[in-house]
């Protein structure tokens, strides 16, 4: 049982560790404030971290979600300037496309046994061109329905429980139950393991291939719609290079790449890590531009280390494998 | 007094020299300036907000990444009576939500660029080649109507082909080069117009790279005035660059001042100047006013 | 019939795996499927339940013509399969590998408490009662993973059970389970096709025997009505030459090698271990007693942590990594091919030629020519099929593939050869050619430390045996000693073990 | 000979329709000229500007072959332009700068080839960290300013020509033929092969797999360091925010192309390169067709994808030309997954 769970535990045991430091550093740090930032900020890299994690533990790798992202935000804010639809009506019909996307990409990746990487590559180019033909500009959401997604829970000390972070959360649980206690969820995992395994066990790998990829369709769709209410609008160049991130949050959170093992809940932490790296940044609010990057780049390294270091601890013996 | 300055990041020269300028004038000032570079990102922007909030700092300087979105977070900083000054680009939330912007006109960049050319072509035709921003951001699109606006009334110029360069030197070079191709070699081409310097420089570069003289037989304009400009139009390759100053942090510093000393609400734009620069204005000596901004 | 099989035939780019093939099996028969490496067994099987698409014939289940497209929907016409390379994964939880599929959901959540009720109910009888159902399936040795694997078949299995190779990593105990098992089935109605290279195993549980050669159907007897010979002379096209014991040939060689306290906590006790020139030291004890743990640190693979190995003149050998052991002049050939021994997608040339390459360096490449002319030398010898150098070795039958992994080390010459299990999987031909070989090289001069589940093998092969227990060292056994009963004593000591008393 | 014509059909084959597709959009496209002693046309541009991606795409063709990949490209393109122009803008003269660009180059490669082999990051992750943080370092040493030069022998690298042949032409072509005799006349492409395929049977066959690794991703850093020197020297100065950007999507597809899986192996450093023209010919094409340019993106993804689909070994045996890539033994016994 443990084994499998050390990841997570190394993972949690440094997020703490690492706001205690900050905690020391900034006082202001342990706020509601703070705290509620945390979700709000990160709410739509959670979602779309979740989708991440799905179709990491099956062994692949999404890079389309950030254009997807952008996409998303462009096609409502498009639909709501140009249209009488209702938000909501948006939101299903934009659901169903993403999702649709990435039920393509699937299918593409399992009829052509072509890499992940690449499918979702092209993937990428596509649904950051389709956002382009849509608008080049940037497109404000005006309507009612918005303003009231953008309210909040006050906490006490000041900090908002916005709707978009309640929604992260339950994507995360929502995330937790699908990959952890369902059918689909196992097979995920044995895919993952190895996917001529899995074919001998019986999991049907098309089937299967097709609805991770349209889930992380889905959730990117979702982190869309997140997206846009946090900014109120949609842009075409918005959040270029989210794949990226989501993927480090991913792996912070204790996912092997290469599929197999991981939990959802750790992709929370590994985004709360990545939120919290940045906070303690502006915080300091010293670093020059370039200072910025590379103390991001450190800081991810010393996670890693740091959770192998602990990893290592747990099984309690040192290189085992031979080179 | 701390004040947050959430940058958009640096990407180009420019932007680097307008960090720079504002930390000088806030070091001028005794500002403790808390900097955060937001990797040209909306969300990192939003987020490094939200942190300025809940640090409580005195105020906010923006440097917006794109022109929506900012509603909600400008009104928690309202809330928090954090005065928020926007620096260079404008944002389309309402005007009470931030105490004023400092910029320059984007589009009346691209109609200074527009209205040279206009007085200065060649007679006949002129076949234009326009190098745009990326492909998107605001003053892509911003320079690019600024510029269409002012040659309206003009038939005979004629933009025949536009592409975005990126904004960098190397896209501008690489995107140059096919438009000499695709015109002919250069020879149907009478001015080139470029959403920023640095993509002219490359442009000239590509030019020159094809046996063809920039400055004459091709007519450059461009915006930003960087330093390297001066140099390329000392040296006759660059015609024409509408400045924009880096310096937007000190105005902006001015209005908060005068706000908090005595409540003094200043106009919702200040707005800087676009001021047009061509090879009779001693562009060495401009050159070196500028070489050490951190361009 | 329960099953029929007509006129099955199946190639692949450059092979004829299956030829015509007809098979039948009867409810309430355990059927073997006998033939050589490669003489596509393992193949009729994966046709069968629709891993490989067949070129043409039928199948046909209670007499309906069946055409399954995968093992989903061999599984549910009642088909059970443990086939032979990859079985579960090690990656979930006992539990989650016997219920995958058809995990007990309540409100579309797997319950897992339930599930974990029906693994343990699954493996009951199986004698696994120590293992935890809720542990990565990873953390138990192979003989527990094949265990689970066919507790996993057989539940899934309503009308036919295949298993191929299921014994091959199995002790003699547990193989016994596995056989108590499959009569309860057969005596409730079942037909069981058993694929071994065991011919004991097969006169033992078998009703029926059907021989393929080369993809065709040779032969279907009842087992009783045949003997060893003539079963033999089926599966290979003529009489086998059977390797004569080494006992009494003794050889008492100069002193090579001398292991002093070599050990590594945790994996190995420290153990003292001499090794002889032109020896055979045999390597005996139940599976995760430590053998291959002793083939390990010997070569550097995990290193030492204590103890040193030296030279007859004392030098110590440095033994930090395979390479520090193969520049010393060892080989080893590990106990899982599939992922320590072969290079899936490297043809047959390159994998033989890789450790000498290797030791080479990069700088000094093998000529091709010479590399082909090695290849084609140790295909003729241990008569790996097809025999093309070319084709990549994943896509040759597991035993030949074990062969490949022999020849890589046979180039390198070395002085010192680990073969860890290097008969696994391969079939009564082969078996007695690589015993001869063992014998050849010996006369020639090498040693080798032979790593064996087979009691049969040890004792024909070994100068010595050592008995490897709970990861140390027990005893030697030498000359007259040499014997079953001395070494399974040896391997069990009822006083220290009651519960694995027989083997 | 024949055996490697064959394995660079389908590149070969998808260069031609590429080519003919472009040349349908602009007819002018493969007219050459010589103008003041130099050859220029649009295909000249086209293996010029293409000179970059299949730099990277020569380097990271052996770090994929060891199932690794290499995000930092990019990144280390930026640091490598950034260290040499700092050279030369500060009077070093042009042995030093391209010395400083290389030796920047190869730290940065045994730091991503020590961070995967030695302590077993995940390569997406280890690479991550430099494309990441690499940037940064770029900018450090520009002052996030554009540091021009003017010194006509580095320029030379990017903007000059020998006998009429662009120099980035030449570089390429040296580089990638240099690698693939390299790796083909010795036993380096076998045993990088073996690696990617297999590591721990690979290592217990005497495989000295952490060397190999490391050379590897010192290899792409010094590939990506001739590649920013190139690209520093073409505009005559570091670019250190925007040299590169991206440019490892551009290389992983272009290897893609060229048909190395993704899963390590079997690899072809010509065919990588052929990848990279196809990419870059596209990119060109799309310039010269005078599309607007938010359909740049929409139309090379559309045209990646098809180029893909027709690449598929599932769809090989229908198409002439293509799925000659041999099947892979992976369905049969290739090691699941290289257990940490
Ligand atoms: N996927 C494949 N592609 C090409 N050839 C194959 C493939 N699978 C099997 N073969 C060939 O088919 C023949 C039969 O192989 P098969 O695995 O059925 O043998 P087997 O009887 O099970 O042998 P073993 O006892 O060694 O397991 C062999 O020659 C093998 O090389
Ligand atoms: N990662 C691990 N953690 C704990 N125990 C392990 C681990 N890996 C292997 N083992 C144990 O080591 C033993 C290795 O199994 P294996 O069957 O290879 O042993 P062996 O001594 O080589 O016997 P044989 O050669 O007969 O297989 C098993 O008992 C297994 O429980
Ligand atoms: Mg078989
Ligand atoms: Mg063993």
């Known amino acids: 049982m443990t084994s499998r769970l050390l990841p997570l535990y190394a993972t949690i045991a440094i997020f703490l560790a690492a706001y205690l430091v900050c905690y020391l550093q900034f006082p202001a740090m342990l706020s509601t404030r703070v705290l509620g930032n945390l979700l709000t900020d990160n709410a739509y890299l959670g979602i779309v971290a979740v989708g991440m994690t799905v179709v990491i533990l099956s062994g692949g790798i999404d890079l389309s979600v950030g254009s997807v992202i952008a996409f998303a935000g462009v096609f409502i804010a498009v639909l709501l300037r140009d249209t009488g639809l209702h938000p909501l009506a948006v939101f299903a019909l934009l659901l169903a496309t993403t999702t649709a996307f990435g039920a393509a990409m699937g299918g593409l990746i399992h009829g052509l046994a072509m890499p992940p990487f690449i499918v979702t590559l092209a993937g990428m180019f596509l649904a950051r061109g389709a956002a382009y033909m849509l608008t080049i500009d940037s497109v404000p959401i005006d309507h009612d329905f918005y303003d009231m997604l953008r309210s909040y829970q006050r906490l006490p000390g000041g900090g908002r429980l916005t709707v978009i972070g309640a929604t992260m959360l339950l994507s995360v649980l929502a995330g937790m139950i699908l990959a952890h206690r369902t059918r689909f969820g196992t097979a995920v995992l044995a895919l993952g393991g190895g996917a001529p395994t899995a074919r001998l066990m019986g999991v049907s790998i098309g089937r299967t291939t097709v609805l991770i990829y349209a889930f992380s369709g889905f959730m990117a769709g979702l982190s869309g719609i997140v997206f846009s209410i946090y900014t109120g609008s949609g842009y075409p160049l918005a959040t270029v290079g989210t794949e990226l991130t989501a993927i480090a949050a991913v792996v912070i959170g204790g996912t092997l790449l290469t599929g197999g093992s991981g939990y959802v809940f750790g992709t929370l932490i590994g985004v709360l890590t990545m939120g919290l790296i940045q906070t303690y940044i502006v915080f300091d609010g010293s670093l020059s531009s370039w200072w910025t990057k590379i103390v991001i780049g450190m800081l991810l390294l010393l996670f890693i280390l740091l959770q192998k270091g602990l990893l290592m601890l747990g099984h309690g013996r040192g290189a085992v494998s031979a080179t | 007094q701390t004040i947050g300055f959430s940058q958009i990041g640096s990407e180009s020269g420019w932007r680097a020299a307008e960090t720079t300028v504002t930390r000088q004038e806030a070091e001028a000032r005794g500002i403790d300036l808390r900097f955060s570079d937001a990797q040209q990102r909306q969300e990192n922007q939003i987020a490094a907000i939200r942190s300025f909030v809940a640090q409580g700092v005195d105020a906010i300087l923006l440097a917006p990444v794109v022109a929506t979105g900012w509603d909600s977070v400008l009104e928690e900083a309202k809330e928090a009576e954090i005065p928020v000054v926007l620096l260079d680009r404008q944002v389309d939330s309402s005007e009470d939500l931030y105490l004023t912007a400092v910029g320059s006109d984007l589009v009346h960049e691209g109609a200074v660029a527009?209205?040279?050319?206009?007085?200065?072509?060649?007679?006949?035709?002129?076949?234009?080649?326009?190098?745009?921003?990326?492909?998107?951001?605001?003053?892509?699109?911003?320079?690019?109507?600024?510029f269409r606006q002012a040659i309206e009334g003009t038939p005979d110029i004629e933009i025949v082909r536009s592409q975005t360069g990126d904004f960098t030197r190397s896209g501008g070079k690489e995107v140059m080069e096919s438009f000499l191709q695709a015109e002919g070699g250069g020879d149907n081409i009478c001015a080139l117009y470029a959403h920023n310097d640095d993509m002219a420089l490359g442009a000239i570069q590509a030019i020159k790279e094809a046996g063809i003289?920039?400055?004459?037989?091709?007519?450059?304009?461009?915006?930003?005035?960087?330093?390297?400009?001066?140099?390329?139009?000392?040296?006759?390759?660059?015609?024409?660059?509408?400045?924009?100053?880096?310096?937007?942090?000190?105005?902006?510093?001015?209005?908060?001042?005068?706000?908090?000393?005595?409540?003094?609400?200043?106009?919702?734009?200040?707005?800087?100047?676009?001021?047009?620069?061509?090879q009779d204005d001693d562009p060495m000596a401009q050159y070196e006013a500028r070489k050490d901004l951190g361009y | 019939m329960l099953l029929t099989i007509r006129d099955l035939t199946k190639t692949f780019p450059g092979t004829v795996a299956l030829d015509g093939v007809r098979f039948d099996l009867a409810a309430g028969e355990v059927h073997a499927l006998l033939g050589e490496n490669g003489a596509g067994k393992s193949t009729l099987i994966k046709c069968l339940t629709g891993m490989h698409a067949r070129d043409g014939g039928q199948i046909a289940l209670d007499g309906q013509p069946i055409s399954p497209g995968s093992t989903q929907e061999a599984q549910a016409l009642g088909i059970g399969t443990v086939y032979q390379?990859?079985?579960?994964?090690?990656?979930?939880?006992?539990?989650?590998?016997?219920?995958?599929?058809?995990?007990?959901?309540?409100?579309?959540?797997?319950?897992?408490?339930?599930?974990?009720?029906?693994?343990?109910?699954?493996?009951?009888?199986?004698?696994?009662?120590?293992?935890?159902?809720?542990?990565?399936?990873?953390?138990?040795?192979?003989?527990?993973?094949?265990?689970?694997?066919?507790?996993?078949?057989?539940?899934?299995?309503?009308?036919?059970?295949?298993?191929?190779?299921?014994?091959?990593?199995?002790?003699?105990?547990?193989?016994?389970?596995?056989?108590?098992?499959v009569r309860g089935l057969r005596a409730r109605g079942l037909g069981i096709i058993f694929i071994s290279h065991f011919l004991d195993q097969v006169f033992d549980l078998t009703d029926r025997v059907t021989v393929l050669r080369n993809g065709r159907h040779i032969v279907t007897a009842g087992t009783a009505a045949l003997n060893r010979v003539e079963l033999i002379h089926h599966m290979l096209g003529h009489e086998l030459e059977m390797a004569e014991a080494r006992r009494g040939v003794q050889r008492d060689g100069p002193a090579m090698l001398r292991a002093e306290g070599l050990g590594r906590r945790g994996r190995i006790a420290p153990f003292d271990l001499t090794v002889r020139r032109g020896e055979v030291i045999g390597l005996a004890g139940l599976l995760g007693s430590g053998r291959t743990e002793t083939g390990d640190v010997l070569f550097g693979r995990t290193p030492a942590d204590r103890g040193a190995l030296r030279e007859p003149d004392g030098t110590a050998v440095e033994l930090r990594s395979p390479r520090a052991a193969i520049a010393a002049g060892f080989g080893y050939a590990p106990e899982d091919r599939k992922t320590d021994g072969i290079v899936a997608d490297l043809s047959v040339r390159e994998n033989i030629a890789l450790a000498l390459q290797a030791r080479r360096g990069w700088a000094r490449p093998l000529p091709r020519a010479e590399a082909r002319r090695l290849a084609e030398d140790y295909i003729r010898r241990l008569d790996i099929r097809p025999a093309d150098p070319e084709k990549a070795v994943g896509l040759l039958s597991g035993g030949n593939q074990q062969k490949v992994v022999l020849a890589r080390w046979l180039a390198m010459n070395p002085r010192f050869l680990i073969l860890d299990e290097p008969t696994r999987g391969i079939d009564v031909g082969a078996h007695a050619e690589i015993l001869r070989l063992v014998g050849d090289l010996t006369d020639a001069g090498m040693s080798i430390l032979l790593i064996s589940s087979e009691l049969d093998e040890l004792i024909a092969a070994s100068d010595r045996v050592i008995v490897v227990r709970d990861r140390r060292h027990v005893s030697e056994l030498v000359g007259e000693d040499i014997c079953t009963d001395r070494i399974v004593q040896a391997i069990a000591r009822p006083d220290a073990d009651p519960e694995g008393a027989r083997a | 000979m024949s055996q490697g014509l064959r394995r660079l059909a389908p590149q070969l084959v998808t260069l031609a329709a590429v080519v003919a597709l472009v040349s349908a959009f602009f007819p002018g496209f493969l007219a050459v000229e010589i103008a003041d002693g130099r050859l220029v046309g649009s295909a000249v541009d086209v293996l010029k500007r293409g000179a970059p991606v299949a730099l990277l795409a020569v380097g990271m063709t052996l770090v994929i072959a060891t199932r690794g990949i290499d995000l930092s490209v990019g990144a280390v393109m930026a640091i490598c332009g950034a260290a040499s122009a700092w050279a030369v803008s500060n009077g070093l003269g042009l042995g030093a700068a391209l010395a400083l660009g290389l030796g920047a180059g190869l730290l940065c490669g045994l730091w991503n080839g020590v961070l995967v082999a030695l302590f077993g990051i995940q390569p997406i992750v280890a690479t991550l960290i430099l494309m990441v943080a690499g940037r940064g370092v770029a900018q450090m040493i520009t002052e996030g300013r554009i540091l021009t030069f003017s010194h006509e022998g580095l320029a030379f690298f990017g903007a000059g020509d020998v006998v009429g042949v662009p120099t980035p032409i030449l570089i390429w072509i040296v580089t990638g033929v240099a690698v693939g005799l390299l790796v083909r006349r010795t036993a380096l492409g076998l045993l990088i092969e073996a690696i990617g395929i297999n590591r721990p049977a690979s290592a217990l066959a005497g495989v000295n797999a952490r060397v190999l690794l490391i050379a590897v991703y010192v290899a792409s850093g010094l590939c990506a360091a001739i590649a920013g020197?190139?690209?520093?020297?073409?505009?005559?100065?570091?670019?250190?925010?925007?040299?590169?950007?991206?440019?490892?999507?551009?290389?992983?597809?272009?290897?893609?192309?060229?048909?190395?899986?993704?899963?390590?192996?079997?690899?072809?450093?010509?065919?990588?390169?052929?990848?990279?023209?196809?990419?870059?010919?596209?990119?060109?094409?799309?310039?010269?067709?005078?599309?607007?340019?938010?359909?740049?993106?929409?139309?090379?993804?559309?045209?990646?994808?098809?180029?893909?689909?027709?690449?598929?070994?599932?769809?090989?045996?229908?198409?002439p030309g293509?799925?000659?890539?041999?099947?892979?033994?992976?369905?049969?016994?290739r090691t699941e997954k290289a257990t940490e």
Request: charged share 20%.
């Open chain 4, 322 to 333: 293509f799925g000659l890539r041999a099947p892979r033994a992976a369905g049969v016994a």
């Open chain 2, 114 to 146: 527009g209205q040279w050319l206009v007085d200065n072509k060649p007679e006949g035709a002129c076949r234009v080649v326009e190098l745009q921003g990326t492909t998107g951001s605001s003053p892509a699109i911003d320079r690019a109507n600024g």
């Open chain 4, 229 to 319: 020197i190139v690209v520093a020297a073409d505009i005559r100065g570091a670019d250190a925010n925007n040299a590169g950007l991206w440019l490892e999507l551009d290389a992983i597809l272009a290897v893609v192309i060229g048909g190395t899986s993704l899963l390590g192996g079997r690899f072809s450093v010509a065919a990588s390169i052929l990848g990279a023209l196809v990419i870059q010919t596209i990119d060109t094409g799309i310039l010269l067709a005078g599309f607007p340019s938010e359909f740049n993106l929409v139309i090379k993804a559309g045209l990646v994808v098809i180029i893909l689909v027709l690449q598929s070994p599932r769809l090989g045996p229908g198409l």
């Open chain 3, 85 to 181: 390379e990859v079985n579960l994964l090690p990656n979930l939880t006992v539990a989650e590998n016997l219920t995958f599929g058809r995990q007990p959901v309540r409100f579309g959540m797997v319950s897992r408490r339930r599930m974990h009720e029906e693994a343990r109910e699954m493996l009951a009888g199986y004698g696994l009662d120590h293992v935890d159902v809720a542990r990565e399936l990873g953390a138990y040795p192979v003989a527990v993973q094949q265990i689970v694997a066919i507790a996993r078949a057989v539940a899934l299995s309503g009308k036919v059970l295949i298993l191929d190779e299921p014994t091959a990593s199995l002790d003699a105990r547990e193989t016994e389970t596995l056989f108590e098992v």
């Open chain 2, 213 to 278: 003289d920039p400055g004459d037989d091709i007519l450059i304009v461009s915006i930003d005035a960087v330093p390297d400009i001066f140099k390329a139009m000392a040296e006759g390759d660059a015609n024409a660059t509408v400045e924009l100053t880096p310096n937007m942090a000190g105005p902006a510093f001015d209005a908060l001042a005068a706000y908090m000393a005595d409540g003094t609400e200043p106009e919702k734009f200040i707005q800087t100047e676009s001021a047009l620069y061509t």
